[in-house]
């Protein structure tokens, strides 16, 4: 029993860690891009280059390094570095994979005012679907909101399309062999399909019968046209 001096302290309730960090991720802050690209490879593929974030330099525009600090299972800490806009950035960030699904990161501090980005896979009929989204705020005064929203998008065009020609370079390789086979194997199909003609043998005009020997050529004689009337005829005289 508690002494009537003593006054009774109340105890405040917390919410989970795990609702704290569905909310932070859930909120969006500055500038936000989204794009998604069609990947022609297993879904495994895709995720496994998804949540590889050691290897977001390969596809960033944004990111130069990326260095892992801390790697549990299913979150990672990773410190960027890169150049936004001109300027060196670097942010830690912890990172959440959902295995088959997406994987997010959000920076816990850095010299950007906040940063974040996620990938998500989703199977389709002809391959992975993968979007890719960035939320950015430098919070640097002399970078408006277009010239950040401009580098938001970029970063996001530019790494779905490096992470496609890199997921399906070896397709795109076969694709190519192929179509140079196939006008080949074509031509070779028509060649034995056409018929060989056979030579056709010209036939020499008939000869003229020879002539018979010891008789000179005949010569043909040209008629000679006479010009003016006929001639006048003389008469006959008799001898004196």
Do not use: C, N
């Not at 593929?45 to 892992?68: I, K, N, V």
């Not at 019968?209 to 000179?216: I, L, N, T, V």
């Amino acid at each position: 029993m508690d002494s009537p001096g003593r006054r009774r302290r109340r105890r405040r309730v917390r919410p989970p860690a795990a609702a704290e960090a569905a909310a932070a991720v859930t909120a969006a802050r500055g500038v936000v891009a989204t794009g998604h690209r069609l990947l022609r490879v297993p879904l495994a593929a895709a995720y496994g280059m998804a949540s590889r974030l050691e290897h977001l330099p390969r596809w960033s525009d944004l990111w130069m390094r990326a260095d892992t600090l801390e790697k549990r299972a299913g979150r990672w800490v990773l410190r960027l570095r890169g150049f936004l806009a001109g300027l060196p950035v670097e942010s830690v960030v912890r990172a959440q994979l959902e295995p088959g699904q997406a994987v997010r990161w959000r920076q816990a501090h850095g010299t950007l005012l906040h940063y974040a980005g996620q990938f998500e896979v989703e199977p389709v009929e002809d391959g992975v679907r993968v979007r890719y989204t960035v939320e950015l705020d430098p919070g640097i005064a002399m970078l408006d909101e277009a010239l950040v929203r401009r580098v938001a998008v970029q970063e996001v065009e530019r790494t779905l399309d490096r992470m496609k020609w890199s997921a399906e370079r070896e397709l795109v390789a076969e694709e190519v062999r192929l179509m140079k086979v196939r006008p080949a194997a074509q031509e070779a199909r028509g060649e034995a399909a056409e018929p060989r003609a056979e030579p056709v043998q010209e036939t020499a005009p008939p000869a003229s019968p020879p002539e018979p020997a010891g008789q000179p050529p005949r010569r043909r004689r040209r008629k000679r046209r006479r010009r003016g009337g006929p001639a006048p005829v003389q008469p006959a005289t008799d001898g004196l």
